[in-house]
């Protein structure tokens, strides 16, 4: 079964930064793709960031130059840094990965940007 763990979300002020981490299991972690993924309010969920096995990236419009997706092989994890953070980055960040054809997300963590 696998299983995606978040963490590292919280309070920040415009400008700030804050590093999100995903801990997988149940995967064959270091050939699987991963994606963060942002939930706003009353808005549809949204793709963010995404990192391949071979860690080649791609970011959403919105926070090109800002977030950086990495993997570190070697801890089956996954990780979001959020630099100069805006209050339109406020929102609950997931994790995603994809599995014989199934998806599997984490719990989420929240992530709130104060102006």
């Known amino acids: 079964q696998v299983q995606l763990v978040e963490s590292g979300g919280g309070l920040v002020q415009a400008g700030g930064s804050l590093r999100l981490s995903c801990v997988a299991s149940?995967?064959?972690?270091?050939?699987?793709?991963f994606g963060w993924y942002r939930q706003a309010p009353g808005k549809q969920r949204e793709l963010v960031a995404s990192?391949?096995?071979?860690?080649?990236?791609d970011y959403a419009d919105s926070v090109k130059g800002r977030f950086t997706i990495s993997r570190d092989n070697a801890k089956n994890t996954v990780y979001l840094q959020m630099n100069s953070l805006k209050p339109e980055d406020t929102a609950v960040y997931y994790c995603?990965?994809?599995?014989?054809?199934?998806?599997?997300w984490g719990q989420g963590t929240q992530v709130t940007v104060s102006s």
């Open positions: 995603k990965t994809s599995l014989w054809g199934a998806s599997y």
């Open positions: 149940g995967t064959t972690f270091s050939i699987t793709a």
């Open positions: 990192i391949s096995a071979r860690s080649s990236t």
